[in-house]
């Protein structure tokens, strides 16, 4: 595809329950990263994937949260019992080697 | 440790007025440096970035940025800035040889007319 694509590109839940939030890499990409960014801040790492594997899981910021990419290329960031304070903006990005290129973001709002 | 930083949060500059962002890093290697550009509502943008060679990089929209080893420095530079302009700008430090990135924390630019 001709870029990095997110979706929903918004997502209001209720505290309690579960999202889940897709990333589409750009095609071609081996590498795939979750980026979460809070109002005001800048971007936290979250998880990296090389292909298939998640060798860094180590910005997840709690085991609430979980990811996975499947075909080596689609991924889904997951979630679970969701809290106010994981509202924010949550950022895909792929890359083939050294540069990262960015989806629009999915903005998750916790009610 | 390696970090970045951006000291300004916030500048405000006329339109057609040039423009510096400045960014400071923190790490023992030559670094891979990039700058970002996010608009409202936006993911973020590439406008260049620096691995190797000439320390004036140019990238899109008209902006250039110069790697300063003696000061741990990539400032941004624009010379003449237009409203659209207006956005947050991030920058950011490749570890060679891996895979992470560490972010700055933005400048927000506000582009009066």
């Known amino acids: 595809g001709a870029g990095v694509s997110q979706s929903p590109s918004n997502k209001v839940t209720e505290k309690g329950k579960d999202v889940e939030l897709r990333c589409d890499p750009i095609?071609?990409?081996?590498?795939l990263y979750w980026y979460r960014q809070s109002l005001g801040q800048g971007l936290e790492f979250l998880i990296y994937f090389q292909g298939n594997s998640a060798p860094d899981k180590s910005g997840l910021p709690s085991d609430r949260f979980s990811a996975e990419r499947t075909g080596g290329s689609v991924s889904t960031l997951t979630i679970q019992r969701t809290q106010q304070e994981d509202s924010a903006v949550y950022l895909c990005?792929?890359?083939?080697?050294?540069?990262?290129?960015f989806g629009p973001g999915t903005r998750l709002t916790v009610l | 440790a390696q970090s970045v930083t951006q000291p300004d949060i916030h500048i405000t500059v006329s339109e057609g007025a040039s423009l510096e962002l400045r960014c400071n890093y923190s790490y023992g290697a030559t670094p891979y440096l990039f700058w970002y550009v996010q608009s409202p509502g936006q993911g973020l943008q590439l406008l260049l970035k620096y691995f190797s060679g000439d320390t004036l990089v140019q990238g899109i929209k008209g902006f250039e940025a110069e790697f300063k080893r003696s000061q741990s420095s990539f400032n941004l530079r624009k010379p003449s800035v237009h409203w659209s302009d207006a956005a947050e700008y991030f920058c950011?430090?490749?570890?060679?040889?891996?895979?992470?990135?560490?972010f700055g924390t933005g400048t927000r630019l506000k582009v009066l007319a």
């Open positions: 990005a792929s890359a083939l080697t050294d540069t990262q290129y």
């Open positions: 950011a430090v490749g570890i060679s040889g891996t895979y992470k990135y560490i």
């Open positions: 095609s071609g990409h081996t590498a």
